[in-house]
Structures are given as structure tokens and as C-alpha cells.
């Protein structure tokens, strides 16, 4: 008979404690930082290599046969952590202080890739949506009207257009557009498409399958030309202005829509809001009437301030150019509009190591060959520099030598960026950034950057989320009642094929009701999905999910997002010595035997 054994192997336990609040803690701090990691969490680096090192039985030298109580009266905290440290023989005092409830806040920083922010040597910072938040709708509003009108009297579209009006509550990020055929869809992780639109009008289900699903010999990547993704708040724009005229093309009479391909209609969408962001439509309205639209963040220079004093090296990098950026950030930091006079005094880049505009993300993390210049910041002229050649003729010290003559940029690319920031490792990096590509995908992909991904949408999902969290218990449940019946009915279906007949009979009955069973539980399962998904967007749904899977957006910001949160002063309320620990995750056998209700069988016992 074959017996199954699992093993805790390592130290022993009931000596040892949790590294961090034994004697051990004081000892491991003093590691030189060039011998640590950012990915280093836990001060035992090489648990998991102890495990086959040093085997731990049960007994005295591992876990304690009869357990005993040693945190005393802890009230209603011992509840969550009472039978794990009696079981591993842990004394804890600091549980006494503990809430009885985990406060969950959606200022809260959330960890997908565990990260030590004490062997962080750098912290750069996206501008738009990351430092700069803005006021919806009154921001995009500025490029949706300036659009229309250059659609209108530069491009020659219908004068109706000018009647388009803006909502941006009906888009959530994370959709793709296929702008040749009009619609905006939502996919799951295996780039499923779970949910899909032709400008307002909704797909049916067998048409997004004729598509999209069954296509012979080929499955779309959604990365091909003509799929646009929507990574970042500000093409909620183009989505709307973009879904309006396809139902104008569509349902109205213009000759001129009829002449022009969904894919050029975007494509001139894409210019003219694009021209907006360019020409002064929308910066010349933010530096006359900034307060409306954009949102002061009272923790932003405390914490810039905070990562400078502990020796953290903070730089800026932004694909706005320096005029916007001068105005939006000389707001932020007087907290008001300011004069001229006081505007070219750039007393914001006193919070900066470095400042980078003009960057042309996502081309500035892969492209080693585009120019650097340096920014004058009393009028924003440029200067050439040598950049990396330069810092090297400056001999020792050279980058320091470099930033001294100015430390205000355009453009360049990584290389010159760590070569100022004297970096070694793109580990030692931590860029901060509202877009899903250009910001954290490829840095991480590229570069090896550890990223934090800015989400101001995050608050009302949670909020969302709490409310519904016992009717997706309810979901789930039913989830797992369906699929227990199937491998039951399974089971029934291999006796049937050993029994005689009348035993065969009976079993087919079982059979029979089992199969009605499920057609009722799924009848309850698609109207408690649908309530579902519509609590968090009556279209769109949940934005990290499709279906019952990660959604593409949600895949995205697990794999590639170290850090995500709310917004970037959230990184100011944790400590400088802070490490983010991820909460496990588990495949499906595991987590199916994670559950109070199931019990192993071991199929190869004899």
C-alpha cells in the first residue's frame, strides 16, 4: 500500500518564532543592502532550499504534539490566529493589539509580486492620472468638445456631430476596440470575448461567437492592427466619440460617413484628440482655470518629500511636455494658480532628483537610440547633450556632476535614465504609472522594473465588491454544487456500465434527476450572475473579471503590476522599510482541497 506523507521540514519551529519578531530580526537587519533584493521578503532567504535541507518530524523537534494555548486572552483577534500559533508553538504579544477585523482600506497598496521598499534606490512617477488626478468629467470634456470640432470644420464631418455629447460613465478600462469592424469588447484571460458592442448597440451572443470564437484554423491575439486597448482613462474619449459615429454611420443618412471605413473613422478620431492634448485646446484651459480641473492631493509632498529624506532617489517621468507640466505641477504644489513670474520659478522640481517630458512612453523603455535634451526651465527651450558620453567625460561621480548643470529633460531613453540615477539593477527601480502598457507592462517586460499600478477606479469597485460579497458566495456555491454533481453523475455512469440491467435502470433515474437538477441550478446561476455583473457596470460588469475568469485587464495588472493601488499618495502612508507580501495563490486542485467540505482521496492507494 502506497501512503502519501507530507513533511514541514526546515528549523524547529517551536525555538525559532516568525523571523521578524524573534532575536534573529536584529541580526538579519544589519545585511548590506547590496546583498539584499527588492524581491527578498522575509529574512530567511533560503527557506525553501532548508526544506530538503533539514527535515522536521513531528514531535519535540518540530510541530508540538498537544498544543497549548500561549498568546493568553488576545478577545476576539485570537479567533483568526489563535490555532495556527498554538499549533506551531508561537508566542506572539503583538496579537493583543491587533483589531478583532482586518481593516480593509481602498487606500490600501495591494501586492501581486512580493517588494522590499528598503532596497528600493529609486521611484519615478507618471504624471497624468499618477500625480496629477482629474476632475470627471470637466477634463475629457475638454478633448471631446475640441474633437468634435476639429472632426467638423477641419475634416469636414457632419455639423451633427457637434450635437455628440460626452459620457464617460458608460466605458471602464481594460475593453478593446476593433476598429474595423466598430466594436468595443471585453475578453477574458484566454482571450475569450465575453462581452461585445457595435458602437451602443449590444451584440448578440451567437454573432460575437461567428466573430470572434469560430473563426477556421484561427484565434485573434487581440494584438493584431485594428484592436485598440484601452489601457488608460483618457481613451474613454475616443471610445465615445468613436462609438457615436459608428451609430451615425450606421443609422443615419451621410454620404460622407458611408465613403469612410470604421478603421479611418477612428484613426481621424485618434488625430483630433490627439491634437487636443498637442495644440493648446486643453492645456491653455487647465493654466486658466486649473481648480476645475484638477484635484489637489494633500499627501503628495509629504510623501515626495518623505522618499527623498530616506535616501531614495524620486524623478518624474512624463510623456507631457514641458509647458503642461509646468502648469499642472506648479499647481499641485502651491495649491493654487499661480502668476507668471512665480510659474518659471519651477519651485515643484525642488521634489525631484530628475524630471523627464516629452518621453514618448512606451518607445522611451525600448528604444536605446532616441535623443536626449535638456530643458531650460525659465522658458522651456531645449539644449542638446551628449547625455551618456557626457556623464562618462565627467570621470567619478559624473552623473551627480551631469544633474548639477540642470536636471530637467525631454525626451532620451532608459539607458539615460539610470545612468543619472546611478542604478545597477532594474530591480532597483519602482515606477509609478496610470497606464496598464506604456507604464507597467513594459517596464516590468523590458526592463525589470518593479511597478505600481495607479487605479482610481479601485475605490468603487471595492465598494461594489463588499456589497455583493454573499451573493457571489451564493454563486460560487452553486459553482461548486454543479460541478460536484457532474463528476457524481460521472461516477454513476462507470457503475452503470459494470451493473446488470435493473441496476443500470435505477442508476440511469439517478441520472435523469441529477441532469434536471442542473438545469434548475443554472436557470438560478445565470439571472444571480447577471445581478451580478450588472451591481458593478450595467454593461460592462466587473472590471477585473469576465465571466467567471480573470477578465484581460485583470490577468494583465496580476502579472505584470508588482503594486496596485487607488492613487500614488497611498505609497506615502506606508513605511520606508515596508514589505508587501502577496496573498498566495492557489491552482484549482488545491484550492478545491483548501475547502472545509472536501476530503482527500488518494487514487493510487492499493
Known amino acids: 500500500m502506497k501512503k502519501n506523507t507530507f513533511r514541514l521540514a526546515g528549523t524547529d519551529l517551536s525555538k ?75 508566542s506572539i504579544p503583538s496579537l493583543k493589539e491587533l483589531p478583532s477585523q482586518r481593516q480593509i482600506s481602498s487606500n490600501d497598496v495591494f501586492c501581486n509580486r512580493e517588494l522590499r521598499l528598503d532596497n528600493i534606490r529609486a521611484i519615478g512617477f507618471d504624471m497624468d492620472y499618477t500625480l496629477a488626478q482629474y476632475q470627471q468629467p470637466n ?122 471605413t470604421y478603421e479611418e473613422i477612428y484613426r481621424q478620431v485618434r488625430e483630433c484628440v490627439d491634437l487636443c492634448h498637442r495644440d493648446g485646446v486643453i492645456k491653455d484651459e487647465v493654466a486658466r482655470d486649473p481648480e476645475k480641473y484638477l484635484v489637489l492631493d494633500d499627501g503628495l509632498l509629504p510623501m515626495l518629500k518623505e522618499f527623498r529624506e530616506n535616501g531614495i532617489k524620486v524623478f518624474l517621468l512624463t510623456n507631457s511636455y514641458w509647458e503642461y507640466t509646468s502648469t499642472a505641477m506648479n499647481y499641485l504644489y502651491h495649491e493654487k494658480k499661480v502668476d507668471e513670474e512665480t510659474q518659471k520659478k519651477n519651485e515643484w522640481t525642488e521634489l525631484f532628483d530628475l524630471v523627464v517630458v516629452g518621453a514618448c512612453k512606451p518607445a522611451y523603455l525600448k528604444d536605446p537610440y532616441l535623443n536626449l535634451f535638456r530643458v531650460v526651465p525659465e522658458d522651456g527651450s531645449l539644449k542638446n547633450t551628449d547625455g551618456l558620453f557626457e556623464i562618462e567625460a565627467l570621470g567619478e561621480n559624473g552623473a551627480e556632476k551631469f544633474l548639477e548643470m540642470g536636471k530637467c529633460f525631454q525626451g532620451g531613453n532608459w539607458n539615460h535614465l539610470q545612468a543619472m540615477l546611478g542604478t545597477a539593477a532594474g530591480e532597483e527601480i519602482i515606477y509609478v504609472g496610470d497606464h496598464l502598457y506604456a507604464d507597467v507592462l513594459r517596464s516590468k517586460r523590458a526592463l525589470g522594473w518593479r511597478s505600481c499600478f495607479i487605479m482610481p477606479e479601485l475605490p468603487e469597485e471595492m465598494r461594489i465588491f463588499n456589497s455583493q460579497v454573499e451573493l457571489r458566495k451564493s454563486i460560487m456555491q452553486l459553482r461548486s454544487l454543479r460541478d460536484e454533481l457532474s463528476a457524481y453523475a460521472d461516477t454513476l455512469r462507470l457503475e452503470m456500465k459494470k451493473g446488470s440491467f435493473s441496476e ?20 438560478k446561476l445565470s439571472e444571480a450572475h447577471r445581478q ?73 492507494v492499493e
Request: glycine content about 6%.
Open 16 to 90: 525559532r518564532s516568525f523571523s521578524s519578531f524573534s532575536t534573529s530580526a536584529s541580526s538579519s537587519s544589519k545585511l548590506l543592502a547590496k546583498e539584499m533584493s527588492t524581491y527578498d521578503i522575509d529574512t530567511d532567504e533560503n527557506a525553501e532550499q532548508s526544506l530538503a535541507d533539514s527535515p522536521v518530524t513531528n514531535g519535540a523537534n518540530g510541530l508540538p504534539s498537544s498544543p497549548q494555548s500561549v498568546n493568553g486572552d488576545t478577545g476576539n483577534v485570537a479567533n483568526r490566529y489563535s490555532s495556527v500559533l498554538e499549533s506551531m508553538d508561537l
Open 139 to 260: 477634463f475629457d470634456k475638454l478633448a471631446f468638445d475640441g474633437a468634435k470640432e476639429k472632426l467638423v470644420h477641419s475634416l469636414g464631418y457632419p455639423k451633427e456631430v457637434l450635437d455628440f455629447e460626452y459620457d464617460h460613465t458608460y466605458w471602464v478600462r481594460g475593453l478593446i476596440i476593433d476598429t474595423a469592424r466598430g466594436n468595443f469588447l471585453k475578453i477574458d484571460r484566454h482571450k475569450y470575448v465575453r462581452v461585445a458592442y457595435h458602437g451602443f448597440s449590444p451584440i448578440s451572443s451567437n454573432m460575437r461567437k461567428q466573430i470572434y470564437s469560430r473563426t477556421f484554423n484561427k484565434q485573434p491575439s487581440f494584438t493584431e492592427k485594428g484592436f485598440v486597448n484601452m489601457d488608460t482613462l483618457f481613451q474613454h474619449v475616443d471610445a465615445h466619440l468613436f462609438a457615436s459615429l459608428v451609430e451615425m454611420k450606421d443609422f443615419g443618412e451621410h454620404e460622407f460617413l458611408d465613403e469612410r
Open 504 to 523: 443500470s435502470r435505477a442508476i440511469e433515474k439517478k441520472i435523469e434527476q441529477i441532469e434536471d437538477d442542473d438545469v434548475k441550478i443554472k436557470e
Open 532 to 604: 451580478y455583473h450588472s451591481a458593478f457596470h450595467p454593461r460592462w460588469g466587473q472590471m477585473f473579471v469576465a465571466g467567471y475568469q480573470d477578465s484581460r485587464f485583470g490577468y494583465f495588472v496580476k502579472n505584470y503590476a508588482c503594486l496596485y493601488t487607488s492613487k500614488a499618495t497611498n505609497l506615502g502612508l506606508a513605511s520606508a522599510s515596508r514589505a508587501f507580501r502577496t496573498s498566495g495563490e492557489l491552482l484549482p486542485h488545491d484550492n478545491m482541497l483548501s475547502r472545509p467540505s472536501s476530503e482527500f482521496v488518494d487514487a493510487e
